[in-house]
């Protein structure tokens, strides 16, 4: 079963973003999102977050209609994460905090949040900062954080908007083994969208190639690189 689909959306900014854009996206996946700058992947994921309300299409999260000309469900009710590209974190809140407040928007009770406040650090390896406040935290720390507070959520889909661009290799290696084994353990579909190949080609199922806001080619990793469409996404892969 899907649990994403996206049947043809547009939109349109100054000038059309997405056109007439479809995706399928199964259970336990995890897709790459691949394009240059401008090519309209922070808009996608925020269109699958209910962030942004395309001009058409249609949208689906499971079995529910989330978007159509006549529907729209709010973000809160999408059941979907989204890491974003600049983090967002909340310069005055401590990392507890960060979590109690997601945690205590979903009606969880304070026990509860504690419980869950410690396993999700665990989770993100984030334990010994509970106090820190964002201005005190690494790269990496700052970029988990932002990943923990999503989990908070409880998402069924996990979106991540170039989650390591800024972190050294070292770092980014381990956080990527994070972000698969969390994955795993958590049966959430990961979506990740990211300008440069190397970052998602190791651990993708499926690999998406946009330019202009359209899918010039989708498919596995291996498929991908072996026959490329065209030379853009030759180019584009550096192969
Ligand atoms: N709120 C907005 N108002 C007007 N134009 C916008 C808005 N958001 C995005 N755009 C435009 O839509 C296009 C796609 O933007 P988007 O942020 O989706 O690209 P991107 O692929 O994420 O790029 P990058 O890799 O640089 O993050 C860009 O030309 C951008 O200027
Ligand atoms: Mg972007």
């Known amino acids: 079963m899907d649990l994403i689909k996206l049947v043809s959306i547009d939109k349109y900014f100054d000038k059309q973003v997405l056109s007439n854009f479809s995706l399928n996206i199964k259970k336990k996946e995890i897709v790459g999102i691949l394009g240059p700058s401008g ?28 978007y159509s000309k006549n529907k729209f469900v709010p973000p809160e009710k999408r059941n979907v994460g989204l890491v974003f590209q600049d983090l967002a974190l909340w310069p005055h809140m401590s990392v507890k905090k960060h979590l109690n407040f997601v945690l205590e928007i979903r009606g969880i009770s304070k ?18 900062y509970i106090k820190s406040y964002p201005s005190q935290l690494s790269g990496g720390e700052k970029q988990r954080l932002a990943i923990a507070r999503v989990l908070a959520q409880n998402p069924k889909i996990l979106l991540l908007d170039e989650p390591f661009s800024n972190l050294d290799p070292v770092l980014k290696k381990e956080l990527k083994k994070y972000l698969v084994d969390m994955q795993k353990n958590l049966r959430m579909a990961l979506v990740y ?46 192969i």
Do not use: M
């Open 39 to 66: 090519s309209g992947k922070s808009t996608l994921l925020r269109i699958i977050a209910g962030l942004e309300v395309p001009d058409k299409g249609e949208i689906f999260i499971g079995d529910n209609c989330v």
């Open 193 to 238: 969208v990211t300008h440069n190949p190397a970052e998602i080609s190791d651990i993708a199922n499926k690999i998406v190639i946009i330019r202009e806001g359209k899918i010039i080619q989708t498919g596995g990793p291996t498929e991908i690189y072996k026959n490329p469409k065209n030379s853009f996404v030759r180019k584009f892969l550096e």
């Open 111 to 128: 026990d509860k949040r504690e419980k869950e406040i410690r396993k999700i650090l665990n989770l993100v390896n984030l334990s010994e």
